[in-house]
């Protein structure tokens, strides 16, 4: 079955870097566009960023733009965000999620706080 299964939260200063780490498995990773996504207490989920299948394509939202990327290894099956400049309203859980199926994993916690 499909799993995603993000890591690589925690922590952190204002200012602070993070990079998550999100494994694919049960299906054909390296076909499909992933995201990533955040959900803060209290607020709506909010799209971060996405990154093509082959990589050559990414995008962000402008409130994390400059700051966050997207990237991903396919012989890894696994998707990255690498996180810096990080401001206390980042703090949210991170989700990752492919184009293949309608499904959410745990999320990975980032807080970011002096």
């Known amino acids: 079955q499909v799993q995603l299964v993000e890591s690589g939260g925690g922590s952190v200063q204002p200012g602070g870097s993070l990079r998550l780490s999100c494994a694919a498995s049960?299906?054909?990773?390296?076909?499909?566009?992933m995201t990533w996504y955040r959900q803060a207490p209290g607020k709506e989920r909010e799209l971060l960023a996405t990154?093509?299948?082959?990589?050559?394509?990414?995008s962000y939202a402008d409130s994390v733009k400059g700051r966050f990327t997207i990237s991903r290894d396919n012989a890894k099956n696994t998707v990255y965000l690498q996180m810096n400049s990080l401001k206390p309203e980042d703090t949210a859980v991170y989700y990752c999620?492919?184009?293949?199926?309608?499904?959410w994993g745990q999320g990975t916690q980032v807080t970011v706080s002096s």
């Open positions: 990154i093509s299948s082959g990589g050559g394509s990414t």
């Open positions: 999620r492919t184009d293949y199926i309608d499904y």
């Open positions: 049960g299906f054909n990773f390296r076909w499909y566009t």
